[in-house]
């Protein structure tokens, strides 16, 4: 399995105001990918960090609301820009790992209440 | 066509009886069916995933039945614990062309299961 480490656990935040989630992965991974879980809901993607690349957002998803760091293999930033209530979610990285049964891994979220 | 719809939202079982949670996709692309645990205040776990060239696969009191005509697939959990009692979600993913990822998942609802003692 993989270890992922999400920094912050929790978070509240005032409105207006910009938080960012990191994300460290215990070995190098190709891609890195976002979800958000709105309280009470299924899992979302948000977008796919590629290290070198500029990520590839999903439908309903914007660079100017949620731009994505991926500085090299092992390490991700996430971050919710000009917050409002309805970001109240909680935020998870995942990663991939290849080989003989492809599996994908989460983090254990970043739970963010905007107030 | 990018969707899994999943069913039930909740379930309570007996310990010892038989949990199943079902799934339904339409994207016919998808080749990789994973299943996740959540319990509160966690991300998902990786429970047990199955590709289409197999009809069952089995890890201890878990096994995922697929059906790819149906384009359904299943978890049952055998001899259901307390400890079972958790958030299960369904997902469903394809092998990029040309790349290697099966990471950018397609979620269903999730059924929320509850397991008495």
């Known amino acids: 399995s993989a270890v992922i480490s999400q920094k912050p656990s929790r978070d509240i935040c005032q409105r207006g105001t910009s938080l960012t989630i990191q994300c460290q992965v215990d070995?190098?991974?190709?891609?890195m990918f976002w979800y958000r879980q709105q309280p009470g809901q299924s899992l979302t993607l948000i977008a796919t960090a590629n290290q070198g690349s500029e990520a590839t957002y999903e439908s309903g998803f914007v660079i100017d609301k949620f731009p994505i760091s991926r500085p090299n293999l092992t390490f991700s930033t996430l971050t919710v820009s000009n917050m409002s209530p309805e970001d109240s979610s909680i935020y998870l990285c995942?990663?991939?790992?290849?080989?003989?049964?492809?599996?994908?891994?989460f983090g254990q979220g970043t739970r963010l209440t905007v107030v | 066509q990018q969707q899994v719809k999943q069913s039930p939202q909740s379930l309570i079982v007996q310990k010892g009886g038989i949990s199943i949670i079902n799934c339904a996709y339409e994207?016919?692309?998808?080749?990789?069916f994973p299943w996740y645990q959540q319990f509160p205040g966690k991300g998902p776990a990786l429970l047990i995933a199955i590709r289409p060239d197999v009809s069952e696969k089995k890890e201890g009191r878990f096994t995922i039945s697929f059906n790819k005509s149906a384009k359904q697939f299943s978890l049952h959990i055998m001899d259901s614990q307390p400890g079972d009692s958790a958030t299960y979600f369904c997902?469903?993913?394809?092998?990029?062309?040309?790349?290697?990822?099966?990471?950018?998942?397609?979620f269903g609802q999730g059924t929320i299961l509850t397991v008495h003692p």
């Open positions: 997902a469903a993913s394809n092998l990029n062309a040309g790349g290697t990822s099966y990471g950018k998942l397609t």
């Open positions: 995942s990663v991939e790992r290849t080989g003989e049964d492809t599996e994908a891994f």
């Open positions: 070995s190098q991974v190709t891609m």
């Open positions: 994207n016919t692309a998808f080749d990789y």
